[in-house]
Nanobody, 123 residues
Framework: QVQLVESGGGLVQAGGSLGLSCAAL????????MAWFRRAPGQKPEFVAT????????SYADSVRGRFTISRDNVKKTVYLQMSSLKPEDTGVYLC????????????????WGQGTQVTVSS
């Protein structure tokens, strides 16, 4: 079992940068892939990025590739999302998720979810 708590959201101007963190409680963190999703108002969660349990494999949505970087620290049991060149369309609630043995994009394959942190990008 893994409990996840996100932090680091806020308001930023277009073109700016923001870093998110997701702290995990539980022993399974090191054994599972982790991911970030985001949810715009009234929309389903959208895949953003995923990382393998050892941190060697990453995958990104086309909309964020080259601007966002996912990473993890298994000693600190934390996964990060560094966002740069932010756009208004990046606005949403960013959700940390974990669970699958391999990094995948499907929201249905993630068992553990945080409450989310709001990111708002103003134009």
């Amino acid at each position: 079992q893994v409990q996840l708590v996100e932090s680091g959201g806020g308001l930023v101007q277009a073109g700016g940068s923001l870093g998110l963190s997701c702290a995990a409680l539980g022993d399974d963190f090191r054994n599972v892939a982790m991911a970030w999703f985001r949810r715009a108002p009234g929309q389903k969660p959208e895949f953003v990025a995923t990382i393998s349990s050892n941190g060697w494999q990453t995958s990104y949505a086309d909309s964020v590739r080259g601007r966002f970087t996912i990473s993890r620290d298994n000693v600190k049991k934390t996964v990060y999302l560094q966002m740069s060149s932010l756009k208004p369309e990046d606005t949403g609630v960013y959700l940390c998720a974990g669970g699958p043995s391999t990094p995948v994009e499907s929201v249905r394959l993630y068992d553990y979810w945080g409450q989310g942190t709001q990111v708002t990008v103003s134009s």
